[in-house]
């Protein structure tokens, strides 16, 4: 069993999928942080949906399947899907579920469309694009892993300068704008970089699933703290552990998907945290409110005296 | 004591009109929201803005804070538009505009009035701490500036709110319906921190919805109902007609409105005013 430990160091295929997976963890759980306080879950959902057509132009245009390329194409339909969701909300009389829908449904069948051009195209290069549907970790090699860091790393240095500024923004926007904050612009680099976070994950746990990543390492990181920094912080390290453990469990027991073992393991987490976190955990809410009738119980018999 | 780090009343006072809005419009998609509004608050003043539900009364603050689009018109604090007096201008929104299990304590919320000072990416500091705790000291809120928001009862969150807004340390203060909803504590809490900053000749512009305590609290009034019904002095725009041009009939079923008006009408001048 230690092996596998010593495998994640040494071992150059399991050390790209656990640093991969971990990358995308670390990254996911900082920007979900913001996206679940502001209630904005699913748009990261949207957002990855949105990948999909880019990834199948972005190798229509080129021919090649380069990640760094289909990375590029992610990130441009992605912010694409961004934009629009935005515009409908600002623009228009539905509400932002039905635009997160509506982005959704619309870029994530025009990816399926152009997958399904490009298979029938008769290139035989285009075999593997489906991975990006649900991702495919065992894949990664080490200049992907590169990319991924060098990109989220970028992406984390702006949350921790501009943390602050983020911060306000999440809690009371209309408070910021009044002290001259430009929130529209606030709103688009914020949701920009959880393009970002996305797009560094679809080769793990595609596009699919990788809302998972932005929301249960945030949403169980939040049943520990109540502070954003260290809610950020714990996040983070929920979504790495997931990453690493995923990866881990899928090449042990052979045969089972990375990305989805990191989304169980992500799950596993939350489940946990919101038993037993230990203010806001259902567990001890519920001792809590035992002993309290207890208490009220026996004071109800003793006290007439 | 009071006022160690808050710069104030030797402040030279910017020049023109705290307020001044000419011919606002707002419309949201068909319906006209708030209708030719034309109003001048004065220096100094404890300013409410009175006026059924649907009059438009948060959409005035947030029109003249530059929160919503005017669809024509124009607004100036104290003669230049909104972006260029920022600085003078404090703000309270309405308490429920924000997520109260947002993960984070007393103290940095009222920090968050600092942060037009502080300017991008810098941390508040132990400057910004001090001033934050003084003002939570202010509304009676300092051995709670550690609490974690969704801890606090409604009133002291609405404490906390005003707290962020004496830290913005603003010669014009707009809040959204600070009294709503808040236990007697707060409320005395909340006036006194008002009246002390009119005392420092600070301008407020309050939106109230309790009618009983309007003469009670405030000096000026702005009677709203999509246009301006009446605006100036309590003693002289609090009368029963502009009530009921306000409010329309429903203005009969509030008894303690008689009184004052009927004996202010008959005496002559302020008889109950204290």
Redesign the interface.
């Known amino acids: 069993m230690p092996d596998i430990f010593r495998d994640v160091i040494f071992d150059y295929t399991l050390r790209n999928v656990a640093l991969g997976s971990a990358l995308l963890g670390l990254v996911g759980g900082v920007l979900g942080t913001f996206a679940v306080?502001r209630?904005q879950g699913l748009l990261g959902d949207a957002l990855a949906h949105a990948a999909l057509p880019g990834i199948a132009l972005a190798f229509m245009l080129t021919g090649s399947k380069a990640p760094i390329v289909l990375m590029v194409g992610a990130a441009v339909t992605g912010w694409l899907g961004t934009l629009a969701i935005i515009r409908i909300v600002g623009d228009t009389?539905l509400s932002e579920d039905a635009a997160l829908g509506i982005v959704l449904t619309v870029f994530f069948g025009l990816g399926i469309v152009f997958l399904t051009h490009i298979q029938h195209s008769g290139d035989a290069s285009q075999a593997g694009l489906n991975r990006y549907l649900f991702g495919q970790a065992a894949t990664l090699v080490q200049e992907n892993v590169v990319t991924m860091a060098v990109s989220g790393a970028v992406a984390l240095s702006i949350v921790a300068?501009?943390?602050?500024?983020f911060?306000?923004f999440?809690?009371?926007p209309?408070?910021?704008?009044?002290?001259?904050?430009p929130v529209g612009r606030l709103n688009v680099l914020l949701t920009s970089l959880i393009v970002a976070a996305v797009v560094i994950g679809l080769q793990t746990v595609g596009v699919v699933l990788m809302a998972a990543m932005l929301i249960a390492p945030a949403a169980a990181a939040?049943q520990w703290?109540?502070?954003?920094g260290s809610?950020a912080a714990l996040s983070a390290f929920f979504g790495a552990a997931s990453g690493v453990a995923g990866a881990m469990i899928s090449v042990s027991a052979s045969r089972l998907p990375t990305g989805p073992m990191v989304i169980l393991a992500a799950t596993a987490i939350v489940v946990v945290s919101i038993l037993f976190a230990p203010e806001r955990g259902i567990v001890w809410d519920s001792l809590r409110r035992r002993r309290l009738r207890r208490e009220l119980f026996r004071a109800d018999r003793t006290a007439p005296a | 004591m009071k006022d160690a780090t808050q710069s104030s009343p030797d402040k030279p006072l910017p020049p023109g009109d705290p307020v001044t809005v000419r011919d606002l419009t707002v419309a949201y998609r068909d319906a006209p929201v708030l209708w030719d509004i034309d109003l001048t608050v004065p220096e100094g003043r404890l300013v409410a803005i009175v006026g059924p539900n649907g009059a438009g009364k948060s959409t005035l603050i947030k029109a003249i804070l530059n929160l919503v689009p005017a669809t024509s018109g124009t607004i100036s604090i104290y003669g230049k538009p909104y972006a260029a007096q920022r600085h003078l201008v404090g703000y309270v929104p309405q308490r429920g505009s924000v997520d109260w299990d947002f993960p984070t304590n007393a103290l940095d919320v009222v920090q968050m009035g600092l942060y037009g000072q502080i300017g991008w990416i810098r941390r508040p500091g132990s400057r910004e701490r001090r001033i934050a705790l003084e003002c939570l000291d202010k509304v009676g809120m300092v051995d709670y500036a550690s609490r974690q928001i969704s801890q606090l009862s409604g009133g002291q969150q609405q404490r906390v709110f005003l707290a962020r807004a004496l830290a913005q340390d603003a010669q014009i203060y707009f809040m959204d319906e600070p009294f709503a909803g808040v236990d007697a504590t707060t409320e005395k809490a909340i006036i006194d921190v008002l009246r002390e900053l009119r005392a420092r000749n600070r301008t407020l512009v309050v939106v109230h919805h309790d009618l009983e305590t309007v003469r009670e609290y405030f000096d000026w009034l702005v009677l709203l109902n999509v246009r301006v019904v009446a605006s100036g002095p309590v003693e002289e725009t609090f009368t029963l007609e502009n009530m009921q041009a306000a409010y329309g009939g429903r203005i009969a079923f509030f008894s303690g409105f008689h009184a004052p008006a009927i004996v202010g009408s008959s005496t002559g001048s302020r008889a109950l005013g204290d």
Do not use: Q
């Open positions: 306080l209630r009389r300068l501009l943390f602050k500024e911060k306000i999440s809690f009371d209309e408070f910021a704008a009044s002290i001259g904050y939040r703290t109540n502070r954003l809610m």
